[in-house]
Nanobody
């Protein structure tokens, strides 16, 4: 599986961006796909994930209510709509895919075995 993230950029606080992650090499069925981010000097952290079948979503508390994860099964593409952006959202954002995961492991980056190259998001104050 190849994952290609795009859509990052520079935006002012309060603004919006939509990230995309195009998948190739296979189609997803029972997989979990998600977004992680790594800010300057910080460890990689979970942002959001979605079950490809059924579209159940999961969010980090820090982005709940501001970010929306979605997928287009026809285009085999994952999205992350980011609204009300804050300077602390500044990070490199990575998309990732995993086999079926139970709820307690969905936020664990080590459970994801496919990763795309990141796309950088900078939020200015």
């Amino acid at each position: 599986v190849q994952l290609q993230a795009s859509g990052g950029g520079l935006v002012q606080a309060g603004g919006s961006l939509r990230l995309s992650c195009a998948a190739s090499g296979r189609t997803f069925s029972n997989n979990v796909v998600g977004w992680f981010r790594q800010g300057p000097g910080k460890e990689r952290e979970f942002v959001a994930a979605i079950r490809w079948s059924g579209a159940t979503t999961f969010y980090a508390d820090s982005v709940k209510g501001r970010f929306t994860i979605s997928r287009d099964s026809v285009k085999n593409t994952l999205y992350l709509q980011m609204n009300s952006l804050k300077p602390e959202d500044t990070a490199v954002y990575y998309c990732a895919a995993a086999p079926y995961l139970i709820v307690t492991t969905i936020r664990n980056a080590q459970r994801y075995n496919y990763w795309g190259k990141g796309t950088e998001v900078t939020v200015s104050s």
